[in-house]
């Protein structure tokens, strides 16, 4: 029998991904996505899948219309990845974000309760809840401190997952993925946002790049590799959690200066703190300043997850290296941004 998949937030980078993977090994993929004015599906169109996939209206906020796509579709997967995703707007609407995806993961939970336990759901959850980080490398053991909305919301609904399949038997997964990364990455992330924001200054397009702590360090993979440990997951048995991470950890400023290597310059830096700026060494020019409005009220210094679980049970491993991102996503926007004035 064809397996059939719903996938919230399918117009995200996640979803685009996961969709061709489900797609290339037969599925029948639902999307779910919420209705908006602008109704944008530019990943999917530029993965060359948009038609392939059968749309439906669903909304995080609206129980009813939860309840009513699942009775229609009648999956037998659920991939939550739907969210507002974004930390750094989560400071400014806290009770939105909680909302959506802290009682929005709730919502599905309670209708696949009522409507069918059979079907097998994962929840993407998220290494911001390790925040304030208890231990150097973060496991699934390794007790949680968010410290945004945000992470605090995803902490919500990653035990709201646990118990849904401690209480009700459903086989239930959270995968606690680290930061993931791609061209079809949002705009405002800072690894899209310094790719195309660079590629914009080497052309000339803009003066400089203006950025928040450079000093924050993350566990950058690719978010392709990161969907084939989603399906992973449901494949199993019985639903279980996994950190899904590389392991290698790198700060902002080392993406800077290996995006910036990768359009032919080296970046000096000078300065320190709010004043610290990067500069072109081969022209002398700034190309980077810190702008404190990108701080955040309190951050998640760094991440370095140990995914030795997904390893030995679900046979995952990444296979892009931190370059080999930072270059196809250089290479991405470069393309783009000789293809079209605005660089979309
Ligand atoms: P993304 O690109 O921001 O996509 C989020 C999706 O959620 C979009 O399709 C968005 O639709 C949809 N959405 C937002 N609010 C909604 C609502 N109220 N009802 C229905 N749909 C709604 O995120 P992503 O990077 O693909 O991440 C996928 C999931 O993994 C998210 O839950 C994220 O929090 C989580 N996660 C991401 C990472 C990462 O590094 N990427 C790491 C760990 C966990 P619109 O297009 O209409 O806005
Ligand atoms: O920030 C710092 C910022 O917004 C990374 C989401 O997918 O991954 C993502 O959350 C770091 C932070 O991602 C800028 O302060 C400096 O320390 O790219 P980001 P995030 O907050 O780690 C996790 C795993 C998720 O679950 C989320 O959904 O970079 N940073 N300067 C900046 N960040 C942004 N956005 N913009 C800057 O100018």
Known sequence: MTKRALI???????????????????????????????????????????????????????????????????????????????????????????????????????????????IRFYQASTSEMFGLIQAAAQAETTPFHPRSPYGVAKLFAHWATINYREAYGLHASCGILFNHESPLRGREFVT???????????????????????????????AGDYVDAMWRMLQRPAGDDFVVATGHTHTVEQFLEAAAARLGFPIAWQGEGVDQVGVNAQTGRVVVRVDPAFFRPSEVDTLTGDARKAQELLGWTPTTTFQGLVEMMIDADRARATRTPTGD
């Open 8 to 118: 919230t937030g399918i117009s995200g980078q996640d979803g685009a991904y996961l969709s061709k993977l489900l797609l290339d090994k037969g599925y029948t993929v639902y999307g779910g996505h919420r209705q908006s004015a602008s109704g944008e599906f530019w990943r999917l169109t530029e993965l060359g899948i948009f038609d392939r996939i059968e749309m439906v209206p669903f909304e995080l906020l609206e129980p009813t219309n939860i309840t009513r796509v699942l009775q229609k579709v009648r999956p037998t997967e659920v991939y939550h990845l739907a969210a507002q995703s974004f930390v750094g707007a989560s400071f400014e609407q806290p009770i939105y974000t909680a909302d959506v995806n802290a009682l929005g993961t709730l919502r599905i939970l309670e209708a696949i309760r009522s409507v069918d336990r059979s």
């Open 192 to 222: 899209r946002k310094i790719t195309r924001g660079l590629v914009d200054v080497h052309l000339g397009r803009r003066e400089v790049l203006a950025l928040g702590n450079l000093k924050a360090a993350r566990d950058w993979g690719f």
